[in-house]
């Protein structure tokens, strides 16, 4: 399988996850931004709040008995909310519970070992450009640690 799969197959697993109803309902994560999760790049026009994940890095990690891949996975939530910063938090925190230490999901043709928060470094003031102008608000970035065996 060719490290581009590996990296198609682990997308389409966290989709599925982050998607999944358990009991017929969403979960919190996917409630809180109403479904509007990332890959990459954001649509123009998108409401907030709003979510987004990219691989960071993808690195192999082989031996002569073993195939691993360590990525680091950053999600990065936006809100405008010029009050505070608790909706983003809430977002992240609901992110977190989530993925941090998530029971293994299914990657076609490889296994997660594990993936867990690394790294939050809380939420930052940032202005957006939205079809109204210039509006302030605020981005919560976390990144997870994650371990793929290929064996």
Not at 53 to 79: A, M, N
Not at 108 to 124: E, K
């Amino acid at each position: 399988m060719s490290d581009s799969d590996i990296l198609t197959n682990f997308k389409t697993a966290l989709m599925t996850k982050f998607n999944a109803l358990v009991a017929g309902s969403n979960n919190a994560f996917y409630n809180s931004i109403q479904g509007r999760l990332f890959d990459g790049r954001v649509p123009i026009g998108i409401p907030y709040p709003h979510s987004r994940f990219f691989v960071v890095t993808h690195t192999p990690d082989r031996t002569f008995t073993e195939d691993h891949r360590d990525l680091i996975v950053q999600f990065s939530h936006y809100s405008i909310d010029t009050e505070n910063a608790a909706e983003v938090e809430l977002i992240n925190a609901y992110c977190n519970d989530l993925f941090d230490e998530c029971a293994a999901f299914s990657i076609t043709g490889a296994t997660l070992i594990w993936m867990r928060m690394t790294n939050s470094p809380g939420a930052q003031q940032e202005d957006f450009t939205t079809a109204s102008g210039t509006e302030g608000g605020w981005h919560a970035p976390t990144d997870f640690d994650v371990r793929i065996s290929m064996n």
